[in-house]
């Protein structure tokens, strides 16, 4: 594998202005099984900056009840009046190249603004409910989206964002997402403030961050300007070394991209911060993990986009990143090499007892353009390594133990749709699509097989609230249907019976199927089973008309 010998970062950025004073750190708490008020937001409803907790005291758990699952969501709480057809100007803070919404505000219509704007998307409230393993809700936190306090959005409909993940010890919950005001349109595809790209055609900047909920019930924000243009997708706390790791992508603007928006993308990492984000001296990025196809013998394509990560998991002290999408590089599990000789030919196997990262990826910014950053990372042995695969697109993993480990394959997204059969006949038609078990055997990961059963592929579904008929705007139904799945999260029970939950994607005729109403599954399989028989998936909620489900997580315990 090709490494870089001598680099250098580039010096840190000055302090940046704000125009909107946060004086002080909130301190969020919930009582272990309580319920906080506004359980479930409506749309056109906002979330409360300081909610209330009831049932206990601040210092239990909050969300993180163990033998419980964690959920993340959102929901569209813009109005109508929030986008003005044939008035309101996008792309977000454009300055040439501007047009005018086709669509108004209101749900799920306001999405084929799309079709003018391809940075199109509303930020929205993140909400984090616990659940009990057969989905029923105990309790929700609202995270903070007033500007007079430290606060945190997601988009709508960013489909990839909000990933959960449990700290090395299993004592804080993080994900990522954007300091930036709630119902606001583009901030999705956004510069960061240190990190702006002038051929972006979204004007605006907004910081990412990675929110920590600890254990005491307090929730913390570490600002970024990582992944400029795009999004930050999920975030891992290691506890022994204090340190995050960010999986996301980068980008909305030409080629050859600036050398902040290529070192912000990718495999990411930054050390929390326990300052509000008014005080937080944020600095450049600071990746950890680089790779590029012609480690695979491949031509080089555009630097910077071979590292659209969206799923993160760590496992045996070594950090695993998913590609599945996007129109680069290749769809595939990937992981980082401390040691610089796992894999000369960029395949590979994690060398037994590798540490994990301890620093920042060094990088010479006189190069970074025409080579990318060094190369650090690895297909795993087994998995797909062909270029812009149409059959693989795996997001969400986990390990069951150190040979067994189960990815979801998102789906292709073609929304093909036959009105005699009522189906999506490509969804329908995925061999890889659903839940995919990966064995570890003779050096190599090998495909064991993929569990669709219950999963009901490319079959219209209704969600409560949300449009029957079509839109208008694609000519097809409104009604979304399963094409696989995105966030997963198991356990392994005494008896070797494994569980395993997951969020699923959807096609639709939407004109952005992020927006559609999904689902949370669960099935159920045998840690050595060497067929899927017998294995369905069975549905534990499906979300309302103006709410997205993106996250899974389980915290272990009784």
């Known amino acids: 594998m090709k490494r870089a010998t001598k680099t250098s970062v580039p010096a840190p950025f000055s302090p940046l202005s704000r125009s909107v004073p946060m004086p002080s750190r909130l301190t969020l708490a919930i009582a272990a ?33 163990p033998g419980h699952l964690v959920l993340s969501r959102t929901v569209y709480t813009a109005g109508k009046d929030s986008v003005v057809p044939g008035v309101t100007r996008l792309p977000a803070g454009c300055t040439t190249a501007c047009v005018t919404a086709v669509a108004d505000g209101g749900y799920p219509e306001v999405f084929n603004n799309e079709s003018v704007d391809a940075s199109f998307g509303v930020s929205s409230p993140i909400l984090l409910d616990a659940l009990t393993q057969s989905g029923r809700t105990t309790g929700t936190l609202n995270v903070p989206t007033g500007l007079n306090g430290d606060h945190l959005v997601t988009s709508f409909p960013s489909k990839s964002e909000l990933g959960l993940s449990l700290s090395s010890n299993g004592g804080a919950l993080t994900f990522m997402g954007y300091v930036a005001p709630v119902n606001s349109p583009d901030v999705s595809n956004s510069n960061t403030p240190g990190v702006v790209d002038p051929t972006n055609p979204v004007g605006t900047s907004y910081y990412r961050a990675v929110a920590e909920l600890r254990s005491n019930g307090s929730l913390g924000f570490t600002e970024t300007n990582a992944y400029s243009g795009n999004n930050g997708r ?41 300052l509000p984000e008014s005080r937080q001296q944020v600095g450049p990025p600071t990746p950890v993990g680089g790779f590029s196809v012609t480690e695979l013998g491949d031509k080089a394509d555009k630097v910077g986009k071979d590292t659209n990560f969206r799923g993160l998991t760590v496992h045996d002290n070594v950090v695993y990143l998913t590609k599945g999408s996007g129109g680069n590089g290749v769809n595939t599990v990937y992981f980082i090499d401390t040691t610089g000789h796992a894999c000369p030919t960029g395949v590979g196997l994690p060398v037994p007892g590798a540490p994990l990262p301890t620093r920042a990826l060094a990088y010479d910014p006189a190069t970074l353009q025409s080579t990318g950053l060094p190369q650090n990372m690895c297909v795993l042995k087994g998995f797909p390594t062909a270029l812009k695969s149409t059959t693989s697109f795996p997001f969400g993993m986990w390990f069951a133990d150190s040979t067994t480990m189960y990815v979801a394959d998102e789906g292709n997204g073609s929304n093909t749709y036959d009105p005699a059969t009522g189906r999506y006949t490509d969804a329908a038609a995925q061999a890889g699509a659903g839940l995919q078990k990966w064995v570890l055997r003779d050096g190599a990961w090998t495909l064991a097989y993929t569990i669709q059963h219950g999963l009901d592929l490319g079959s219209p579904y209704t969600a409560a609230g949300y449009p029957t008929g079509d839109n208008a705007a694609t000519g097809l139904p409104w009604a979304p249907a399963t094409d696989g799945l995105r966030t997963i999260t198991g356990k392994v029970g005494p008896d070797g019976t494994v569980t395993v939950w997951a969020v699923t994607s959807t096609v639709s005729g939407a004109t952005d199927e992020g927006a559609d109403p999904n689902r949370l599954v669960r099935v159920t399989d045998r840690l050595h089973a060497t067929s899927a028989a017998g294995d369905t998936f069975r549905t534990l909620r499906t979300a309302r008309s103006g709410e997205a489900l993106r996250g899974i997580v389980y915290v272990p315990g009784n």
Do not use: E
């Open 33 to 65: 099984g309580g319920v906080l008020s506004g359980l479930l937001l409506a749309p056109g409803t906002t979330a409360t900056a300081a909610p209330a907790w009831h049932g206990g005291s601040p210092g239990h758990h909050g969300v993180l009840l």
């Open 234 to 274: 999920a975030a891992f706390l290691d506890d022994a070394d204090g340190r995050f790791f960010m999986a996301g992508n980068a980008g909305n603007g030409g080629n050859p991209q600036p050398v902040g928006v290529i070192a912000g993308a990718g495999a990411q990492t930054a050390t929390p911060s326990r």
